[in-house]
């Protein structure tokens, strides 16, 4: 049972570029979530997503950044016109259910994406 | 809003000697209380979560975790460290939608 994918590993974008970092749940999973963990700090979450829906988006900035989660297909993360503070390491995590209210499933991380912004 | 907090930025042990990572956590409603750890250049790995029940929770790797609601604590253990458990460790909670982590622990063992 393949764990959460990842790709690419290790992405390196020039300022002003476009960064897509790509994540693939565990199968059976259909939550995904973002976080980000920035050079010397913990990690923050971003986005919440269900298949073709945005559901928590709380910690997305409010400039460049976007996910999406396709009915088929993996979910995306996408940067616009990055910056070199945008350099970090982007985790993706999937659960497989959310009931109303809190949920208490386990979230599975993949290996990441090391975003490198020259 | 939910948290926890990570008291020590490092722990460093003897290998064989017992290992603790502490966590303390602030939350309203009940605590849904998770530990991760994270080798160098790679993702998270579940170690064990507390939901209710037993306050003394086992884990994965050896590991186990006591919650202790009078002192909002929720430490994690190993008995006898192994040089292989030197990482990074999280702990965190649950949030409604997202897990809120604290800042880590670098846990070092020394052979």
């Known amino acids: 049972n393949a764990g959460v994918m990842q790709n690419p590993r290790h992405l390196v974008r020039r300022r002003g570029q476009e960064a897509r970092l790509r994540c693939s749940p565990m199968?059976?999973?259909?939550?995904v979530y973002w976080y980000r963990q920035l050079p010397e700090e913990g990690l923050k979450f971003m986005v919440y997503?269900?298949?073709?829906?945005?559901?928590?988006e709380s910690g997305m900035p409010k400039e460049r950044f976007s996910a999406e989660f396709p009915k088929e297909g993996p979910s995306i993360l996408r940067i616009q016109q990055v910056v070199r503070g945008d350099s970090a390491a982007y985790f993706c995590?999937?659960?497989?259910?959310?009931?109303?209210?809190?949920?208490?499933?386990?979230?599975?991380f993949g290996p990441g994406t090391r975003l490198t912004v020259l | 809003a939910q948290s926890v907090a990570q008291p020590e930025d490092q722990v460093n042990v003897a290998e064989g000697n017992p290992l603790t990572v502490k966590c303390t956590y602030s939350?309203?409603?009940?605590?849904?209380l998770f530990w991760y750890v994270q080798y160098p250049n790679r993702g998270l790995q579940f170690l064990l979560k507390?939901?209710?029940?037993?306050?003394l929770v086992k884990g994965s790797y050896g590991f186990e975790a006591e919650f202790n609601k009078s002192q909002t604590s929720f430490h994690l253990k190993k008995p006898s460290a192994l040089v292989s458990d030197s990482a990074l460790y999280f702990c965190?909670?649950?949030?409604?939608?997202?897990?809120?982590f604290g800042a880590g622990t670098t846990v070092t063992v020394r052979a």
């Open positions: 995590a999937s659960s497989p259910r959310t009931s109303g209210g809190v949920s208490t499933d386990t979230q599975y």
């Open positions: 199968k059976g999973h259909s939550h």
């Open positions: 997503l269900q298949k073709e829906n945005i559901i928590d």
């Open positions: 939350v309203s409603g009940n605590p849904y």
């Open positions: 507390y939901i209710t029940g037993d306050n």
């Open positions: 965190a909670v649950r949030d409604v939608n997202k897990l809120s």
